[in-house]
């Protein structure tokens, strides 16, 4: 079953990655990054009827901070111009706790190319401050040398972080200190956690058939059906290997291989798989990794709708319709939806943050001068800023409007607390943290 859910999802993600300049999709959706040279190529091969209005700019936000904390005294510089449209990671911000940030970002200077032939792409350094609120206190500070410019750090529920750097992912705490937690074969290419953190997804480019070595994340012989090489004779490799793991103990549930990192949505207790039912309507089942599925229930969409679980008993989909507009669409674990986003609009690359609790959820996307089409496709001049709407995840309400900036393309400027009560958002020079009502509960 994983097998054919990851072998749909590979075409559907490769012809919508076609589309992104000009529909947008979920950052998770399409791990890979993209230079700025392809956009207008991209926009003008896939626009279809996208009549709807971009997303424009608040003049304010649509409350003040509660308090600012200048990030320029900390070492931070706002990439250049150049970098617009390439979808380098360059911050991380994230709540460790309500009264804690961890904020890390590149410092700026000559890179190296990496010696290590493992380690592909260029090496360079992220400085690492942990702030106390609402001072801005540097309570432990450091840097780090990481290997690649794509995401580097997900936060944990317990203070704890992981930071991926080429094969091996580190575990980390407020003290900065890194401990090697888990090595791969090969480098990896993306990560994902489920809502309860117990289960990790891993994509690595590795070998094929390579044993593991002491400390590696190896598959269980339990695991050996899923190994089989998709679509090809046998014996033939592919570059990417998906794994889910147990956090706790690094134990491979299941493996398949594939040629591109794939968004798999997973919960505690299975994985999602979408399949176009009818003219227009897509089926959504959940397979249980105990064994069996259920059908959750259907959702209408032009396009290969995505989801992402929001807490265990929320997914939260994107949908389009015929004229290329994309919609909010909110239902619980069992089929019932919740709410839906009224006014469809055409985000470019959303990118999806959540509360740890699952209370809350933002998402922030490129504002852009015109509506994009294949007559009219987008230029790095035409980004205008970066739109960050923060949403009650129980019942779809906007809590928040607010400006990113510097614009991050590959985000890591929007975080939200662990009761879902603190947003942060660095804009105009500073971390701006936005004090919200307590979020209402799921019924």
């Not at 937690?181 to 994509?203: E, I, K, M, N, Y």
């Not at 890591?412 to 804009?427: E, H, L, Q």
Request: hydrophobic share 40%.
């Amino acid at each position: 079953m994983m097998k054919r859910y990851l072998q749909a999802r590979r075409l559907q993600h490769a012809y919508l990655w076609i589309a992104v300049a000009a529909i947008g999709l979920w950052a998770a959706t399409a791990v890979p990054a993209q230079s700025s040279s392809a956009l207008a190529a991209q926009a003008s091969q896939h626009s279809k009827k996208a009549r709807s209005q971009p997303q424009q700019l608040p003049a304010k936000p649509s409350q003040p901070p509660a308090f600012t904390i200048p990030i320029e005294p900390l070492g931070f510089t706002a990439p250049g111009a150049l970098y617009l449209g390439e979808r380098h990671s360059f911050a991380s911000l994230d709540f460790m706790d309500e009264d804690r940030l961890l904020f890390t970002f590149r410092v700026p200077g000559l890179m190296r190319r990496a010696a290590d032939e493992a380690m592909t792409g260029d090496e360079r350094q992220i400085r690492a401050v942990v702030l106390a609120l609402p001072a801005g206190t540097v309570q432990a500070e450091t840097l780090w040398t990481v290997h690649d410019r794509a995401r580097y750090l997900w936060m944990l529920k317990d203070g704890h972080f992981l930071l991926r750097d080429g094969d091996t992912i580190h575990q980390g705490d407020a003290t900065l200190e890194l401990k090697p937690w888990l090595r791969f074969p090969g480098p990896l290419t993306w990560l994902q956690l489920d809502p309860s953190q117990q289960f990790l997804v891993a994509d690595s480019r590795e070998p094929a058939a390579m044993d593991a070595n002491p400390g590696e994340a190896a598959s269980p012989p339990s695991a050996s059906v899923n190994m089989a090489v998709d679509g090809q004779a046998p014996g033939v490799s592919k570059d990417i290997i998906v794994r889910i793991l147990r956090r706790d103990s690094g134990q491979v549930m299941l493996l398949s291989h594939t040629h591109t990192s794939v968004h798999l949505p997973i919960n505690a207790t299975g994985y999602l798989e979408s399949l176009h039912a009818t003219n227009g309507q897509w089926m959504l089942i959940l397979n249980y990794f105990s064994g069996g599925s259920t059908i959750l229930g259907r959702v209408d969409s032009a396009c290969s709708p995505t989801f992402d679980f929001i807490s265990q008993r929320e997914v939260v989909a994107t949908t389009c319709d015929s004229t290329g507009g994309r919609r909010l669409v909110a239902m619980t674990a069992d089929g019932h939806q919740l709410w839906h986003e009224a006014n469809a609009s055409v985000p470019v690359w959303p990118l999806m943050v959540k509360a740890p609790n699952g209370l809350r959820l933002a998402r922030e996307s490129l504002s852009v001068s015109h509506p994009v089409s294949a007559t009219s496709p987008m230029e790095n001049e035409d980004i205008k800023g970066q739109l960050v709407e923060v949403f009650d995840a129980a019942t779809g309400k906007v809590a928040l409007t607010a400006n990113a900036s510097p614009v991050l393309d590959a985000g890591g400027n929007v975080a939200i607390s662990p009761s879902g009560r603190r947003v942060a958002v660095i804009s105009e020079g500073s971390i701006q943290v936005f004090e919200l009502p307590e979020p209402p509960a799921l019924p």
